[in-house]
């Protein structure tokens, strides 16, 4: 069954630090793949979204994330975390062979300490 | 463009009863999709819409769950009768196209069920 997993479910980071999010996912073939954020609170959000072209996608706030095809992956990273980061991050996937329905990751929720 | 629309945004209920939820997707979007997020399980699609058709209710956990698009800005979701595990935060998004492009999520109705 096709799946997405992200490794982390709890980071927890300073100021300042580096971030990495890792996304796996199990589809073969062409994919269409997204970051969402939600804020305590708040709703799903879209972080930054790959199609196709350049693998390495540049998104809000400083994020970006890079599609590694022969890895199977879509990893978030921003060098510097700021505290309006603390939220919970989502990849999601759809692709051509699951009817282009959009599976979402389990989520990481990030926090970051001032 | 006032996003998508989510009434009601706080709903508690008591067991038995019957709850609808109700979404209003953004003019000019085609695919609309219900989620639940809870704690336990994450961020589950419980059933979309393309052009106001049901494409997938894989996701409906059971008989109870029922959901209607009578028209292209206007859907429900219903729960009858309701059960204390149904309480989560029902989601809902929509999108352009046949669900491939980013979707855009409501605020969410937080539900309890006493």
């Known amino acids: 069954a096709q799946s997405v997993s992200q490794h982390n479910h709890h980071v927890i980071l300073s100021e300042a630090a580096s971030l990495e999010l890792g996304c796996n996912y199990s589809y073969g073939g062409t994919v269409n793949l997204f970051w969402y954020v939600q804020y305590p609170g708040q709703h799903l959000q879209l972080l930054l979204k790959y199609f196709s072209g350049d693998p390495l996608v540049k998104g809000i706030k400083g994020f970006e994330a890079e599609f590694i095809k022969s890895k199977f992956s879509f990893n978030l990273r921003k060098p510097s975390v700021q505290w309006s980061d603390t939220a919970e991050y989502f990849c999601?996937?759809?692709?051509?062979?699951?009817?282009?329905?959009?599976?979402f990751g389990a989520g990481t929720r990030l926090f970051v300490k001032a | 463009d006032a996003g998508v629309i989510q009434s009601p945004r706080h709903e508690v209920t008591e067991m038995g009863q019957e709850v609808t939820l109700r979404c209003k997707p953004i003019?000019?979007?085609?695919?609309l999709f219900w989620y639940r997020q809870t704690m336990m399980r994450g961020l589950e699609l419980l059933i979309y819409f393309n052009n106001n058709v049901p494409i997938d209710d894989s996701g409906m956990p059971e008989d109870r769950f029922s959901a209607k698009m009578p028209n292209a800005s206007f859907s429900t979701l219903k729960i009858q009768p309701s059960e204390p595990r149904d309480s989560a935060v029902y989601f809902c998004?929509?999108?352009?196209?046949?669900?491939?492009?980013?979707?855009?999520f409501g605020p969410g109705t937080r539900l309890t069920v006493l």
């Open positions: 998004a929509s999108s352009l196209g046949t669900g491939v492009n980013e979707q855009f």
């Open positions: 003019s000019g979007h085609n695919s």
């Open positions: 999601a996937v759809n692709a051509l062979t699951g009817g282009f329905k959009t599976i």
